[in-house]
């Protein structure tokens, strides 16, 4: 007999490891291989991969009588029948865990996406909620106070600007007076009261800017008597006055009318002047056409009013009377 011929009639060393190998399993190791199988077997698709359930308990049944057998366990058949049919019916079958702690934190492990994303996002809110109401965003005594604290902080720099401004003791003990008023508004949370405090300070802060002329114009008209229709009587003698800066500008100024009793915004209004001064300024015009002294008043920068520069007759300084806007 040749030597390839004895090769090929004599069992490989595989077979006869693979032979050993089921000689000796065991029931128990036979029912362990089975666990691991039915594990394997639950991860693959049930409908492309499960082996045909005949072929199946055929080749349990002779494991399982192979592995008795040699164990000298004296399993009947009906045993094994009995044993597959268990086995197949328990194949899908789900068993609620017992409830207590390890459960919880296998629940909690398997819902552990969810619960981050839920508590991450009621994190986010109660981080917003508080972030806007530490903000003043959110309506409340929060939001209150940090108004009532933001238009002070905005009304002590008007004062500030407007003690800067003044060269008038007056005013600027009215400033103090005011930041002292700011203070106590702040604190009672009078946000309302403060932002016409501020108003106020703005308005006199305004007037203490101011820098211009009251002029006398040439051309055209230069002043008016004023008639009471009711009485036929004058009610007023006016010189015609513009607001001019250093340039010559017209500068916006605000004057109370005496007909209306309203503030109004111009640039050119009328001032009462006494009869006599009235008279001497249209004798000056009526002359040559033009006006030997045109200036009515002086706006300085830091006072709060205009000082009369025009005289009568006598060389005394004028009062201001009352003013008009329209004639």
């Given at each position: 007999m040749s030597k390839?011929?004895?090769?090929?009639?004599?069992?490989?060393?595989?077979?006869?490891?693979?032979?050993?190998?089921?000689?000796?399993?065991?029931?128990?190791?036979?029912?362990?291989?089975?666990?691991?199988?039915r594990t394997l077997r639950k991860e693959r698709s049930i409908a492309q991969r499960e082996l045909n359930r005949e072929d199946t308990i055929v080749l349990l049944r002779q494991k399982l009588r192979e592995a008795a057998d040699l164990a000298g366990d004296p399993v009947t058949d009906e045993q094994i029948e009995v044993a597959i049919k268990q086995y197949f019916d328990n194949l899908h079958e789900f068993e609620t865990p017992e409830p207590g702690f390890q459960t919880f934190l296998a629940s909690v492990y398997?819902?552990?996406?969810?619960?981050?994303?839920?508590?991450?996002?009621?994190?986010?809110?109660?981080?917003?909620?508080?972030?806007?109401?530490?903000?003043?965003?959110?309506?409340?005594?929060?939001?209150?106070?940090?108004?009532?604290?933001?238009?002070?902080?905005?009304?002590?720099?008007?004062?500030?600007?407007?003690?800067?401004?003044?060269?008038?003791?007056?005013?600027?003990?009215?400033?103090?007076?005011?930041?002292?008023?700011?203070?106590?508004?702040?604190?009672?949370?009078?946000?309302?009261?403060?932002?016409?405090?501020?108003?106020?300070?703005?308005?006199?802060?305004?007037?203490?800017?101011?820098?211009?002329?009251?002029?006398?114009?040439?051309?055209?008209?230069?002043?008016?008597?004023?008639?009471?229709?009711?009485?036929?009587?004058?009610?007023?003698?006016?010189?015609?006055?513009?607001?001019?800066?250093?340039?010559?500008?017209?500068?916006?100024?605000?004057?109370?009318?005496?007909?209306?009793g309203q503030m109004v915004t111009v640039t050119k209004w009328a001032e009462q002047v006494p009869l006599e001064v009235f008279e001497q300024l249209k004798a000056d015009k009526e002359a040559d056409g033009i006006l030997d002294s045109r200036e009515f008043a002086v706006k300085r920068r830091g006072e709060p009013e205009l000082e009369i520069t025009l005289q009568n007759g006598s060389g005394v300084t004028l009062e201001r009377g009352r003013q008009i806007t329209q004639w």
């Amino acid at each position: 007999m040749s030597k390839s011929a004895q090769q090929s009639a004599q069992p490989s060393q595989l077979d006869l490891d693979v032979e050993s190998a089921e000689s000796k399993l065991t029931l128990d190791e036979m029912t362990r291989v089975m666990d691991v199988a039915r594990t394997l077997r639950k991860e693959r698709s049930i409908a492309q991969r499960e082996l045909n359930r005949e072929d199946t308990i055929v080749l349990l049944r002779q494991k399982l009588r192979e592995a008795a057998d040699l164990a000298g366990d004296p399993v009947t058949d009906e045993q094994i029948e009995v044993a597959i049919k268990q086995y197949f019916d328990n194949l899908h079958e789900f068993e609620t865990p017992e409830p207590g702690f390890q459960t919880f934190l296998a629940s909690v492990y398997v819902r552990r996406y969810t619960i981050t994303a839920w508590t991450l996002a009621l994190a986010a809110a109660a981080l917003l909620t508080w972030g806007m109401w530490f903000g003043g965003l959110l309506p409340g005594d929060r939001q209150n106070e940090l108004r009532a604290q933001q238009t002070y902080s905005q009304t002590i720099k008007v004062v500030e600007s407007i003690e800067t401004l003044s060269t008038n003791p007056e005013v600027t003990s009215q400033a103090e007076a005011a930041r002292a008023e700011a203070a106590s508004y702040r604190d009672r949370g009078e946000v309302s009261a403060l932002e016409q405090l501020k108003s106020r300070l703005l308005q006199q802060e305004s007037v203490l800017n101011a820098e211009y002329r009251l002029m006398i114009p040439n051309d055209g008209l230069s002043g008016i008597e004023r008639l009471v229709e009711d009485t036929g009587g004058v009610s007023g003698s006016y010189v015609i006055v513009e607001a001019v800066d250093s340039r010559g500008q017209p500068v916006p100024t605000q004057v109370r009318n005496a007909e209306s009793g309203q503030m109004v915004t111009v640039t050119k209004w009328a001032e009462q002047v006494p009869l006599e001064v009235f008279e001497q300024l249209k004798a000056d015009k009526e002359a040559d056409g033009i006006l030997d002294s045109r200036e009515f008043a002086v706006k300085r920068r830091g006072e709060p009013e205009l000082e009369i520069t025009l005289q009568n007759g006598s060389g005394v300084t004028l009062e201001r009377g009352r003013q008009i806007t329209q004639w």
